[in-house]
């Protein structure tokens, strides 16, 4: 790019006498331009540096999808000058890939679909009035139902408004799934325990919700949970051990945390939870890469590379991975859940064998020894992926 620039006879920056073809001053570095460009160099520059790295971008994603392993081999070979560094890959895949990985959780969790069928409720659930239910012997008689719906206000409306209108076939139907036999009786009970049923519903909560203190109501529980979020630790810990527990790091979070963990089904607190998973998942892999290459090192030590060079095809290795799911994270944001799991599910299992190739084309070890280490690494590799993956869902909790 030098060679398109008006060149100095003395370095600015260290006073060195340049020469007509030095594109860099000899003792400090420094590139040999005049500082004061048009603006049209400025942008032919430009444009000559984003066609410069599409190049690159080009022939590495060419490699990639052609040839599992070979842009690694010939990166180790010296033949680098065609393909985008590592790092720069790496970083630039990974952006797209963690905010495809934003995006498409959020969409999955904005989808009414998403929240419908995650509530599990029984008529003692509906009605939240057990002293009503005891006295007209109706207690056990709620419990036996069970029904299904979305976590939100309006789906369980909507649950209390469909048994309402429930005709006789129906309501036997309802005591067949119960696996209650149907007599007067119990037909004249459930259509009591539906004339129970408040409008708007309410949803009981279990009165010993946080330690041992009574809620006689949801909003008397969620307004106790949120003044414990703010709580400082003296208060905490006074809490704490008026509940005979021993005051610490763990419980004074899991106290604070207590009114998140209660109303996760709340979007605010669903989607803090889900960034900052985000991003403790983004430091999990990124920690991975150089473990990947301490494993590599010990299964290839007789083969003489270097740290770096194992590093190199770690670093490879999850690019693809981020490579690959962001594509197909892309292609099904509006396919279903079960469409997306199966995508995901095969996308695993080519990413998987992919690193199978790749191992055979940059270590160049026979099939039988390839595919031994192949497994070994996989089985290491996912067990020490689940452990960081648990800890960052326990720091998740803790800190969103």
Request: charged content about 5%; proline content about 3%.
């Given at each position: 790019m030098s060679d398109h620039h008006n060149k100095l006879t003395v370095c600015p920056n260290c006073a060195t006498s340049l020469g007509p073809h030095d594109n860099f001053c000899p003792n400090c570095g420094q590139e040999n331009h005049e500082v004061k460009l048009p603006l049209g160099h400025i942008l032919y520059e430009f444009v000559e540096s984003i066609t410069h790295f599409d190049n690159k971008l080009w022939n590495s994603l060419k490699a990639i999808f052609t040839s599992p392993g070979k842009m690694t081999a010939e990166f180790l070979e010296g033949k680098r000058v065609r393909y985008v560094p590592p790092a720069r890959?790496?970083?630039f895949v990974s952006?797209?890939?963690?905010f495809l990985v934003g995006k498409f959780a959020d969409h999955r969790m904005d989808d009414k679909a998403f929240l419908d069928q995650t509530l599990r409720i029984d008529f003692d659930g509906l009605i939240g009035n057990d002293s009503l239910l005891k006295s007209r012997q109706l207690k056990g008689f709620a419990d036996e139902f069970e029904f299904k719906t979305g976590i939100s206000d309006e789906s369980i409306?909507?649950?209390?408004?469909?048994l309402k209108s429930l005709n006789a076939n129906q309501l036997d139907s309802l005591l067949d799934q119960a696996e209650i036999r149907k007599t007067d009786s119990t037909r004249s009970r459930l259509r009591e325990l539906i004339t129970l049923l408040p409008d708007p519903p309410r949803i009981s909560v279990d009165p010993v919700t946080i330690g041992n203190r009574k809620f006689n109501d949801r909003e008397s529980r969620e307004a106790y949970e949120e003044r414990l979020s703010h709580m400082s630790a003296t208060e905490l810990d006074s809490i704490i051990r008026a509940e005979g527990e021993?005051?610490?790091w763990l419980t004074r979070k899991l106290y604070q945390r207590q009114g998140k963990f209660a109303n996760l089904n709340k979007g605010e607190n669903r989607h803090q939870l889900l960034?900052?998973?985000?991003k403790n998942v983004s430091v999990v892999m990124f920690v991975l890469m150089p473990f990947v290459a301490v494993l590599l090192?010990?299964?290839y030590y007789r083969r003489g590379r270097f740290y770096y060079e194992h590093l190199i095809f770690s670093v490879h290795i999850?690019?693809?991975l981020f490579l690959v799911f962001s594509i197909v994270i892309a292609a099904t944001y509006f396919a279903s859940s079960k469409t997306s799991s199966t995508v995901f599910n095969w996308t695993f299992?080519?990413?998987?064998l992919y690193f199978l190739f790749s191992l055979k084309r940059v270590y160049q070890q026979p099939w039988r020894k390839t595919t031994l280490k192949f497994f070994l690494l996989s089985f290491m590799y996912g067990i020490t992926a689940v452990l960081f993956f648990i800890g960052a869902l326990g720091i998740g909790l803790l800190t969103f």
């Open positions: 890959l790496y970083v952006v797209i890939f963690f409306t909507r649950l209390s408004q469909k021993s005051p610490n960034h900052v998973m985000t090192l010990l299964f999850h690019t693809v299992l080519v990413c998987w």
